[in-house]
Nanobody
């Protein structure tokens, strides 16, 4: 059974840091893409960062230089962790952050998704989300 469990959300002041964790199990990373999306109330779902099966990464312009995605674990193990280190946080980073996986295929390329993140067909599995709140 595929599971994605996020942790590490919380409330910090602007300029602070948080590290989100996504513990993934039930599939291997060697042929899967893992991504972080976020959604603020009333806003579209936004792709924040992705780490692909080949190790390449993508960052939204809004987080480039401040956020870092990384993976811990052997790519052929069926349990791994993906981190999202978030530095120099801004109030506009406030959102629910979701971990998502495209298993045995390439993730969808949409960077802004109307409606709920978890309805996006470009990813196969989603975590429940973790809330990040940044105060000014």
């Amino acid at each position: 059974e595929v599971q994605l469990v996020e942790s590490g959300g919380g409330s910090v002041q602007a300029g602070g840091s948080l590290r989100l964790s996504c513990t993934a199990s039930g599939f291997t990373f060697h042929d899967s893409d893992i991504a972080w999306y976020r959604q603020a109330p009333g806003n579209e779902c936004e792709l924040v960062s992705i780490i692909r099966s080949d190790g390449s990464t993508y960052y939204a312009d809004s987080v480039k230089g401040r956020f870092t995605i990384s993976q811990v674990g052997a790519i052929y193990d069926d349990k791994n962790t993906v981190f999202l280190q978030m530095n120099s946080l801004k109030p506009e980073d406030t959102a629910v952050y979701y971990c998502a996986a495209a298993v045995m295929r390439t993730a969808g390329v949409a960077t802004m998704i109307p409606g709920s993140c978890t309805n996006y067909y470009g990813m196969d599995y989603w975590g429940k989300g973790t809330l990040v709140t940044i105060s000014s």
